[in-house]
């Protein structure tokens, strides 16, 4: 998705769909992989094993969120890296690209469980604390918008964390992470719920904003296409692979320990050394794959919010017995690419070009010229 504020860079867009489809995978194959084996509704205890890193990538789809979290904080440093920043326009540009289609999918969520509304529910969800217990629960339309308010507590502190960058180089950035860090070990040593704060909570996944920004930085500074960095992005590959299977072999998504004190920091720090190989990688594509990629990229927050809705619709009625193999999981993702999958593509291309899109053109340019480095 093109933005007013920096050179365009498509393989970006190839990153936001492919995290969207991954999330879609993810659900998808946890959900009726697990209504084929316990029959019962869906319970985190009940996590799978993967056999092999493919099938940890798509175990482990939860991942796609935390590459959301670090293209964020890569993008908006890229863009805005020694320029001066509009404040008020950094918000509205912010606001015009999340909270139409938000809006849309809060109001859907209001009326379809009138039984759940709730004022202030509905007041925490639209001021920035979607991820709150006791935000409004608007069924699958709102399953996925605790991330959403995740991406907000970045968006507010970032003009502050980019001064700091201005001014002092990426030496606070890693500081913060370190502090981070010392956050959640005390909190672990309080008893508190580390699964909670890691993966919910801006405490756990500001690092992975952090470590996008570190990125940006880095791109800045150093980076070039080349056979270098192609290099970077089939060691990236291999890493992020490596680590979600090990991670799934612990226990994955479904613990909650100790790991998720550097979980999430670990995790961010793979999806930033795989970008910046992709980034590189990503020119040897085909044009028509290229183009392809783009246009997924370019729904890709369609994508988002509309594959649980979908997702949600199919199960409710069944429709997830109309494929049946011997491997359950193996079952769950072919339903989810033969019958899911096209339909969110085709909701989201709406969503998008009927929603999102008219917003988006309004946005205007928040960072000024070139200031001293």
């Known amino acids: 998705m093109k933005s007013t504020n ?21 659900h998808g194959s946890h959900f009726i992989a697990h209504k084929i084996i316990f029959g019962t509704p869906y319970d985190p205890a009940n996590w799978f094993r993967a056999n092999n890193p493919f099938s940890a990538l798509v175990i482990e789809g939860h991942t796609a969120v935390s590459l959301f979290f670090v293209l964020s904080g890569f993008v908006f440093t890229v863009g805005s890296l020694h320029k001066k920043l509009n404040y008020y326009g950094f918000f509205r540009n912010r606001f015009l690209r999340t909270y139409p289609l938000f809006l849309f999918f809060l109001f859907l969520g209001v009326v379809f469980n009138p039984q759940n509304f709730d004022l202030y529910g509905l007041l925490q969800s639209i001021f920035f604390f979607a991820n709150s217990d006791t935000a409004i629960n608007g069924g699958a339309f709102t399953f996925v918008f605790w991330s959403i308010a995740v991406e907000w507590h970045f968006y507010l502190v970032f003009p502050f964390l980019l001064l700091a960058v201005q001014r002092k180089g990426w030496l606070p950035l890693v500081i913060l992470i370190a502090v981070f860090l ?30 996008g920004m570190l990125g940006g930085i880095y791109y800045r500074k150093r980076f070039q296409e080349s056979s270098r960095f192609d290099w970077v992005a089939v060691i990236g590959t291999f890493v992020v692979l490596a680590s979600l299977y090990t991670f799934n072999q612990f226990g994955g998504g479904g613990l909650n320990n100790s790991v998720w004190i550097y979980w999430t920091t670990l995790e961010g720090a793979a999806w930033a050394f795989f970008v910046l190989g992709y980034l590189s990688i990503a020119r040897h594509y085909p044009a028509l794959i290229k183009k392809g990629l783009v246009g997924l990229g370019t729904v890709s927050y369609s994508i988002y919010l509309v594959h649980y809705v979908v997702l949600d619709f199919f199960m409710q009625r069944n429709l997830d017995t109309l494929i049946n193999l011997d491997n ?32 988006l053109r309004r946005r205007a340019t928040y960072v000024q010229q070139e200031a001293a480095a």
Do not use: N
């Open 328 to 359: 359950p999981l193996g079952t769950a993702v072919i339903k989810v690419f033969v019958i899911v999958m096209p339909l969110v593509i085709a909701i989201s291309a709406a969503t998008y070009y009927c929603i999102e899109r008219p917003f």
């Open 182 to 211: 010392l956050i959640r070990i005390v909190a672990f040593y309080q008893g508190a719920d580390m699964r909670d704060i890691a993966y919910w909570s801006i405490l756990g996944r500001i690092d992975q904003f952090l470590i």
């Open 6 to 26: 920096f050179g365009y860079i498509p393989a970006l867009d190839h990153l936001r769909g492919f995290a969207a489809l991954l999330v879609l995978y993810f």
